[in-house]
């Protein structure tokens, strides 16, 4: 299994995402480069830094890549037995697990509602009865409004 380590930040230029290595440099601005291999070439934007998010790892079954930051839709598909229709906000941080009788502190990605209260990992998200959709980010006013 090969983990990709990618980010995402609005650039400061126009406010777009744009997405690759993140660096910040000696002088305290923060950039995300794109390696164009096919053309062969480096790109870099600076960044906002409180925009930049990690990649998750997790793909979603429609092709979408959930990043840190990401506003999460769960509904629950027609035939599902119970129905669900939830939004989550996807963070990094450090969440406490099970683990034989005692909790484990660690940091992983996680899942919480926009107004707080249990967090879940990324597994729940992907579930056969579910429809999952990314339908915004925190970074993005008119997409958070929805929230």
């Known amino acids: 299994m090969e983990r990709v380590i990618r ?46 998010g990690q990649f998750t790892g997790m793909t979603l079954s429609n092709g979408t890549d959930v990043y840190e930051g990401d506003i999460i839709s769960v509904k629950s598909k027609p035939y599902h037995h119970s129905e669900v229709n939830e939004t989550y906000i996807v963070k990094f941080g450090k969440v406490y697990l ?5 909790y484990a502190g660690t940091y992983a990605f996680y899942t919480v509602k926009p107004k707080g209260g249990t967090e879940y990992g990324l597994t729940h998200l992907e579930n056969d009865g579910f429809v999952t959709e990314v339908i915004g980010t925190i970074h993005s006013p008119t997409e958070t409004s929805r929230v």
């Open 98 to 102: 099970w683990s034989q009788q005692s």
């Open 7 to 52: 980010f995402r930040g609005k650039r400061k230029d126009n406010r777009e995402f744009c997405y690759g290595y993140y660096y910040s440099d000696a002088m305290g601005k923060h950039f995300i480069v794109f390696n164009d291999t096919e053309n062969k070439f480096l790109q870099d934007w600076e960044v906002i830094p409180e925009t930049v």
